[in-house]
């Protein structure tokens, strides 16, 4: 693989019910291209939450993934609200999310730290009012 392989994704902040589509298909399309399945659980989990943060909070935005031959780097934008306070919503538990948005088992306060975990590299920036761009990556040995 000597050019990167990119995917792009509309993530739809209407509803629930499609959240987690863009993950589940990079799943698949990695798997076609030989990523291993460690590497491809980390992308798909950290991919996942951040979904449905963009579903949660922003209203969706768009995932690109790019497969380079060392690394798969993730790139999730929206226009959402912004992040206030990016260390606050880094701690494991918080979470602003609505009571009907948690009656729905969402909002524990975990993406933005499960996102972490499961890559090698992640960086936030956000404003407020303008919205926020989080960019993963996770090595492949």
């Known amino acids: ?7 792009h994704f509309k993530v739809d902040g209407s509803n629930f019910i499609s959240a987690g589509e863009a993950s589940v298909n990079v799943k698949k399309l990695l798997r076609q291209v030989g990523i291993a399945p460690d590497i491809i659980k980390r992308v798909s989990i950290a991919m996942y939450e951040g979904e449905i943060n963009m579903v949660i909070h922003a209203n969706g935005g768009t995932a690109d993934v790019n497969v380079y031959p060392d690394k798969i780097q993730i790139i999730l934008e929206d226009v959402g609200p912004g992040i206030p306070d990016i260390d606050q919503a880094m701690q494991e538990g918080f979470s602003t999310a609505q009571d009907n948005v948690r009656s729905l088992g969402f909002g524990a306060g975990m993406g933005l730290p499960n996102m972490k975990k499961y890559t090698d590299m992640m960086k936030i920036e956000s404003e407020v009012g303008k919205g ?10």
């Not at 693989?1 to 995917?7: G, Q, S």
């Open 1 to 7: 693989m000597n050019e990167p392989i990119n995917f």
């Open 132 to 141: 926020t761009k989080v960019t993963m990556e996770v090595n492949i040995p």
